[in-house]
């Protein structure tokens, strides 16, 4: 199975300001047909997953622009620009390219 | 709006069976296909298996293997897990999410999550 790996596995972030996560694969996530199969997750307290970004940089229909996803190959990042208080909760990386599909560890946000 | 709904908590003691059904709405059921993924508590995301909704072709983990079983009812747009032989290391919250036909998209949306507690 691929495994995914996150870091770090908390951050503390004031309002305002950026924070960043990083997704590393144990194999290459670029499938033949061109596409990198690595998707970003939410899971705010007491609720399902949500879906942030799929395929590395794309954001999913209503999640605001201040959450960029980016890399190939086995390196992604999640950033977000400036954090809000709505953001708090645990993101996940997720990859998709073999069954099973794998979820990183988790990083959990929180706000000074 | 395309909604997953998922039947409520389990207690169970070790040894059981366990059987949660998602319902969808909001969308047309054959032409997707059910993922389910577990979260044991604290723990990060499992995926368990996938079921594609038109003709019930599945795939499981082998981690389940011979303990897993998903079907669904296309006629109540209800997809359902079994599973079977439960220890405690099955207690967690299962979730339904749905997905294209493709192994490669992401599930979403998943359901509210059903929580199963394997206890003697």
């Known amino acids: 199975d691929i495994v995914m790996t996150q870091t770090p596995l908390s951050l503390s972030v004031t309002p305002g300001q950026p924070a960043s996560i990083s997704c590393k694969s144990t194999q290459s996530l670029l499938h033949r047909d061109g596409k990198t199969y690595l998707y970003w997750y939410l899971q705010r307290p007491g609720q399902p997953p949500q879906l942030l970004i799929s395929?590395?940089?794309r954001r999913f229909s209503g999640v605001p622009d201040r959450f960029t996803g980016s890399g190939s190959g086995t390196d992604f990042t999640l950033k977000i620009s400036r954090v809000e208080a709505e953001d708090i909760g645990v993101y996940y990386c997720m990859q998709s390219i073999e069954l099973p599909q794998t979820f990183g560890q988790g990083t959990r946000v929180e706000i000074k | 709006q395309v909604h997953l709904v998922q039947s409520g908590a389990e207690v169970k003691k070790p040894g059981a069976s366990v059987t949660i059904s998602c319902k969808a709405s909001?969308?047309?059921?054959?032409?997707?296909?059910i993922h389910w993924v577990r979260q044991a508590p604290g723990q990060s995301l499992e995926w368990v298996g996938w079921i594609n909704a038109d003709n019930g072709n599945t795939k499981y983990s082998k981690k389940f293997q011979g303990r897993i079983s998903v079907t669904r009812d296309r006629s109540a747009s209800t997809a359902y897990i079994k599973l079977t032989k439960l220890t405690s290391e099955d207690s967690a919250v299962y979730y339904c999410?749905?997905?294209?036909?493709?192994?490669?998209?992401?599930?979403?949306?998943w359901g509210q999550g059903t929580l199963v507690t394997v206890s003697s």
């Open positions: 999410a749905r997905s294209y036909f493709d192994f490669w998209s992401a599930p979403t949306p």
């Open positions: 395929e590395v940089s």
């Open positions: 909001g969308y047309s059921f054959p032409a997707y296909a």
